[in-house]
């Protein structure tokens, strides 16, 4: 009985993970489909399961249109925000984990209020000062502001496992005859690795699907790919624009689930690292 009942339990579990994992995917599967379609097969009521396939419209969007200087500077704007993101991120997460007084919690409340803010406030005070500045439609300029919003974030996840990783390895550094800056990245960062491709990881995602932020300060030959794809997806009116933007969508996810992919083992040792009290 008790194992008709755990073969019913199992069944039902699986049942309702293959039936999550369906409505988590139908999404990005029927927009890869109809990505591959013709407009009037893509349309068609009812739709076509069988209808021919073709590249057309990556062909459109990539060759044609040029998505790849969009590409390009998505993949500048976002090495550069993760770059910079985890310099500064572990060094103050490592300094906030190892210090005890006061202060330390109040610059990390501050720090989470700050991240709390829409990012339209945060684009209000931003915007006037750079073009008052000239700093409009540069690198750079993405670049610091996408930081600026990331840094809290990372930060706080960063500190989190900074804290999971006893003292007493600086402290035997230290007596081993390293420097406070050695002792940090030839002991704890190689401890630290799960923890920090986990935290580059979100502020990967936080630069390369930014939309917001980008439209607003990026134009003409510097826009990034989520930027550009709305002149793509607000053509409601022509089909084949539409699906070369829709085409577009489904190029910018593919690295997506490569990346998730391949780090996953990383990403999920080093959630466990945060939340297992050393």
């Given at each position: ?70 590409a390009f500077n998505s993949t500048v ?202």
């Amino acid at each position: 009985m008790k194992a008709q009942v755990s073969i019913v339990a199992s069944a039902f579990r699986g049942g309702l993970l293959a039936l999550w994992v369906f409505v988590a995917a139908f999404p990005f599967a029927w927009m890869a489909l109809i990505s591959l379609r013709s407009p009037v097969d893509a349309f068609a009521q009812p739709p076509l399961l069988l209808a021919p396939l073709s590249f057309a419209h990556f062909h459109q969007i990539w060759v044609i249109d040029g998505f790849w200087r969009q590409a390009f500077n998505s993949t500048v704007i976002t090495v550069g925000t993760v770059g910079v993101s985890l310099s500064l991120g572990c060094l103050a997460a490592y300094a906030l984990a190892r210090y005890r007084g006061a202060a330390g919690f109040w610059l990390l409340m501050v720090a989470l209020v700050f991240r709390a803010m829409p990012h339209v406030v945060l684009l209000t005070a931003y915007k006037p000062a750079f073009f008052q500045l000239g700093l409009w439609d540069r690198y750079e300029t993405l670049i610091i502001v996408l930081v600026a919003i990331n840094q809290p974030f990372t930060i706080w996840m960063l500190r989190s496992f900074f804290v999971n990783i006893p003292a007493e390895l600086d402290e035997a550094a230290l007596v081993d005859g390293c420097t406070r800056l050695q002792a940090f990245w030839r002991v704890i960062m190689p401890v630290m690795w799960p923890g920090v491709i986990t935290a580059g990881l979100f502020s990967f995602l936080l630069a390369y699907n930014d939309y917001l932020i980008s439209s607003q300060l990026m134009n003409g030959d510097h826009m990034t790919m989520t930027a550009a794809l709305s002149n793509y997806m607000n053509a409601n009116d022509d089909a084949v624009k539409l699906l070369t933007g829709i085409a577009g969508a489904v190029s910018v996810c593919i690295p997506l689930i490569f990346l998730i992919l391949f780090f996953q083992r990383q990403i999920v040792a080093g959630l466990v690292q945060g939340a297992v009290k050393g």
